[in-house]
């Protein structure tokens, strides 16, 4: 019988990133997404003959950012390399890529796990690279056709070593790597639009062995969800063939999103020796290390950085602090409401509450937010000086997202303010109190549960909105007597 | 006189004091294409309405005093450089509808300097061979004599200057391909440092090796070309980012004192009598010009043809990888699907030494063997470039013969692709360490004319030119012409 925990998995990611630059990796055209086909490819991208690459510089800055926010070598000089292969999206019949001196070499990225455990998972190494274009199969009856809209936009490939040991870890992984990207402001990261894509290599071994199993890349993994379930599947099925006596064939692996399954690519949808050699079309790009220090010099905070300060600083807890500096906009935001109100604990709750749950129901990207980040710092000061209860508070929220309105207009239109003068409430509480004598008897003699029934009373009479501490305050008095 | 006869410095004097219009020059370089062409098939096409456009335009810049450097001079260009809109084949079935959507750099900057086209040239399919017998366009002739190669690849560009069917013309050399054709058709060829001339717009064959550069009659001529077409361009990312002399003010410096290398491996390599009579006889030319002779070795030349024969296959065989009938260019008739697409393409559209060639690259560059033979050759052709370093150490140039012999005939190479190789024995070195060389005439042997090589150190274009000009001021053989 198969017993699963005999097995360990060895896995190792391949993380292609699209670089957010404006023109291509060796031409001058246009990178922007979703343009008309072939419409966004000049001569260079079409592989015209006699035309010649030119690095675009700016991505030389964005891999330096990079390497350094994974702790690597900046490789100097950096060179480039052919890598041949016939596909019709290929329009040179070779990728102009690294081989030998990768830009980025060794290096390393601490993750944290679910239990809160840390664990530094090795970079290989990160090298640029020029992206194919687009075979379309739907639209041509018996023909493909090519978008080379794509072709040649300026891509990074950061390779891990084989150190994740399991689905979770890898998507831990790369969503480091994704926060990571959009902290450097190098990548956009939409996993969606392929901005960001994952191939992940598996294998498994019994516990104990020190030698590697037989490994499968299975590529086309195109969200968190995916490479998550894809690893499982991969895990699973390698553990499968084995214990049925089978060998695990060294191979390419496409995995099927509907399926939840991965299968071998045909033996024709990859090559088996791309021949790689220097390419003589460009000279190795020497970075002087000034240009390397002022990268340096002007490196952003980075997500464990933010985290750590958002611990100290703002004493919020772990698990908040690195939920909230995961999202670099996420974190902004949050910033600018503490700024505004003045309270982080109660910034950070209701944003990774009420404010996310309304931005996920709707879809929306945080910089689309119904409710300015300066409106919920207000709303949440309301609470802060207690013009208005947390409860109350929701509903003011709910009618901001809906009319984008300012939380005061709101509370003031609708009368919401919260009561809070004493006589008033005490008032109150009488009231409930000679309206439910049996309870009051029932509490008297022993049944203390039924105090909270008489807080709901009490804020039902008052319509939400007494002071909830003050009738708490007041009821212990009264119900004492 | 006929106006063809000149030489393009007398020609551009010609038009400078209106002694005759670029029309007019334009017109009887036409005519002399249309009557003497079909015999010797330097042409792949002809750009005639272009060219009396051009010329038009040229002669009212002169009515303007407004004529630019080079103006209403007509040239033709290798089929290797793009022209805009103009069918650019590169000598194969491959291109041979292909009209490119830009032109070359150097294509532009002599339209800059007011030059027309008269046409593109005939070549070696993707400038692969040495007698320009692999064209998909036919064979090329020797002007000297029909039944004679003129030598490749840039054999058009040579034949139709030599034929005075153009001024001159533009060329590229990867092992030899301006030198060894100037040689066998009495041409100056001239192939200037690697990345003096941009490649962008030149149809890659080895990248790392192709240099453009000028086939003309004179060395005078070649200086005037070389000036226009040279310089730093942003496009070709090997190109070097130096000032250019203007070679024409160069070529009259004094020559008195230069040191002259004679690689003595060269003359130990069998060569026929008259190739060591004549270059002999060049260099009591030189000695008299009061340059010094010396003996230089060059230990590791015999590595030459082999690792150019590894290198310039295995970086062609990527080069070439474009031409897959999916975007443009010839595409196979029917394809059964994209393997049948890309096999029959490539197997109808290339010819034999192209397909040679790419087939040698792609087994040099495979896993287990990339080592043992493209490494190796990159190694090897750096102890090539040391030998040249050490060499330039105690000499200015390095002379030797251009080729192991004159012109041989048609078909007689054709089955013995190594005997064909030998052909750029001499030239290849220069290629593989990026330096500049020149080929002059120097002789004549059975009515085909034999060729005398420079080869200079980096960048001393200017010392390569001005060796070679002192030697025509004191001999005849740039003079003659062949008979038509």
Redesign the interface.
């Known amino acids: 019988m198969s017993n699963k925990n005999q097995w360990e998995a060895v896995i190792g990611l391949e993380i292609h990133v699209q670089l957010s630059t404006n023109s291509k990796l060796f031409s001058g055209a246009s990178t922007n997404f979703g343009a008309p086909p072939n419409t966004q490819a000049c001569?260079v991208d079409?592989?015209?003959?006699?035309?010649?690459?030119?690095?675009n510089e700016e991505v030389l800055k964005m891999a330096v950012k990079l390497g350094i926010a994974l702790n690597a070598n900046i490789n100097s000089p950096t060179s480039f390399a052919?890598k041949?292969y016939?596909y019709?999206d290929s329009?040179?019949?070779?990728q102009i890529s690294q081989m030998d001196n990768p830009i980025v070499e060794g290096g390393f990225l601490d993750i944290e796990l679910e239990d809160g455990s840390v664990k530094r998972i090795g970079i290989t190494r990160a090298h640029l690279e020029e992206d194919a274009g687009k075979s379309l199969h739907e639209d041509f009856e018996g023909q493909?056709g090519?978008d080379l809209n794509r072709a040649g936009t300026p891509l990074i490939e950061i390779v891990s070593e084989p150190e994740i040991s399991s689905p979770e870890e890898a998507v831990a992984y790369l969503k480091s790597i994704h926060s990571i990207i959009r902290y450097l402001d190098i990548s956009d990261g939409n996993m969606a639009e392929g901005s960001m894509r994952c191939d992940a290599n598996v294998s498994v071994r019994k516990i104990g062995t020190a030698e590697l199993g037989t490994r499968t890349e299975t590529k086309n993994v195109n969200s968190f969800r995916f490479v998550e379930k894809a690893i499982h599947y991969e895990i699973n099925r390698q553990i499968n063939e084995i214990e049925s006596g089978n060998r695990i064939i060294q191979e390419t692996r496409l995995y099927d999103s509907q399926k939840n399954t991965t299968r071998p690519m045909r033996s024709?949808e990859f090559a088996?020796?791309y021949?790689?050699?220097p390419e003589?079309?460009?000279?190795p790009v020497v970075l002087e290390d000034e240009f390397i220090s002022s990268i340096k010099e002007s490196m952003p905070e980075l997500p464990n950085e933010k985290k750590i300060r958002f611990t100290e600083f703002y004493k919020l807890s772990e698990y908040d602090s690195s939920l909230l500096a995961a999202d670099k906009d996420l974190a902004d935001f949050f910033e600018e409401v503490v700024e505004e109100s003045e309270s982080p604990k109660l910034s950070a709750n209701w944003i990774m509450g009420e404010f996310l749950a309304e931005l996920n129901k709707e879809h929306l990207d945080i910089s689309k937010s119904k409710v300015t980040s300066k409106q919920l710092g207000v709303l949440i000061s309301r609470i802060e000086d207690s013009t208005i209860s947390g409860k109350i508070a929701k509903e003011v929220f709910e009618k901001m997202w809906d009319s984008s309105k300012d939380a005061d207009d709101i509370i003031r239109d609708q009368g919401l303010e919260q009561v809070t003068d004493l006589s008033e409430i005490e008032a109150m509480v009488e009231k409930v109190i000679s309206e439910n004598q049996d309870q009051l008897e029932k509490y008297l003699s022993g049944k203390d549960r039924l105090f909270g029934f008489f807080v709901g009373q009490v804020m039902k009479e008052s319509q939400g909105k007494a002071n909830p501490g003050q009738v708490n305050q007041i009821l212990k008095q009264k119900l004492k007597k | 006189m006929e106006l063809n006869e000149l030489t393009l410095k007398q020609q551009l004097d010609g038009l400078k004091d209106s002694s005759f219009s670029s029309t007019e020059l334009t017109q009887d370089y036409l005519k002399r294409i249309k009557s003497k062409d079909p015999s010797i098939n330097s042409y792949i096409t002809v750009t005639e309405e272009l060219a009396l456009k051009q010329a038009k335009e040229s002669d009212d810049r002169y009515d303007k005093g407004k004529a630019l450097a080079l103006d209403g001079i007509p040239i033709a260009h290798k089929d290797i450089f793009c022209t805009e809109d103009v069918l650019t084949t590169c000598g194969s079935k491959m291109l041979s509808n292909f009209k490119a959507p830009y032109s070359s750099t150097v294509v532009s900057k002599l339209f800059d300097e007011g030059v027309v086209m008269l046409g593109k040239t005939n070549m070696d399919e993707f400038a692969m061979g040495s007698s320009n017998e692999t064209s998909y366009f036919g064979e090329v002739k020797n002007p000297w004599n029909l039944d004679y190669v003129p030598g490749g690849s840039s054999g058009g560009s040579a034949a139709c200057v030599a034929a005075r069917l153009a001024s001159a013309a533009t060329a590229t050399d990867t092992g030899g391909s301006i030198r060894q054709p100037a040689a066998l058709c009495g041409l100056t060829g001239i192939k200037p440092t690697y990345g003096r001339v941009s490649r962008y717009g030149m149809i890659a064959f080895a990248s790392s090796l192709d240099q453009g550069g000028v086939l003309a009659r004179t060395v005078e001529d070649a200086a005037i070309l070389l000036t226009s077409m040279s310089g730093h361009d942003p496009k070709d990312s090997t190109s070097l980012n130096i000032d250019v002399p203007n070679y024409t003010e160069e070529i009259d410096n004094n020559i008195a004192g230069l040191k002259i290398g004679l690689p003595k491996e060269f003359f130990e390599q069998e060569i026929p009598d008259h190739v060591r009579k004549s270059t002999e006889e060049a260099i009591e030319v030189y000695k008299d010009l009061g340059a010094e002779i010396e003996e230089i070795s060059f230990p590791n030349i015999d590595l030459s043809l082999p690792v150019y024969y590894v290198l310039a296959p295995a970086e062609c065989s990527a080069n070439l990888s474009r031409y897959d009938g999916v975007r443009y260019g010839f595409r196979c008739a029917d394809p059964k699907n994209l393997e049948d697409l890309y096999m029959r393409t490539r197997d109808e559209g290339f010819g034999s030494e192209v397909k040679r060639r790419i087939l040698i690259g792609t087994y040099a560059l495979s896993a287990g063997y990339y080592d043992a033979y493209y490494l190796k050759a990159q190694k090897c052709r750096r102890l090539i470039a040391n030998d040249f370093t050490e060499a330039f150490k105690s000499v200015d140039v390095i002379l030797s013969p251009t080729t192991p012999g004159t012109a041989f005939k048609t078909g007689e190479k054709t089955n013995d692709p190594i005997d064909m190789y030998l052909q750029d024995i001499f030239t290849i070195p220069a290629n593989l360490a990026g330096l500049p060389g020149i080929s002059i005439p120097c002789g004549s042997h059975n009515g085909l004319p034999l060729g005398l090589q420079l080869v200079g150190n980096s960048l001393e274009e200017g010392k390569l030119l001005s060796a070679a000009h002192h030697f025509q001021k004191v001999t005849n053989w740039h003079r003659e012409l062949p008979e038509l």
């Open positions: 001569n079409l592989a015209m003959p006699g035309v010649l690459p030119v690095l052919r041949n016939f019709p329009p040179k019949g070779y493909s090519i024709k088996n020796d021949r790689y050699f003589p079309d460009l000279l």
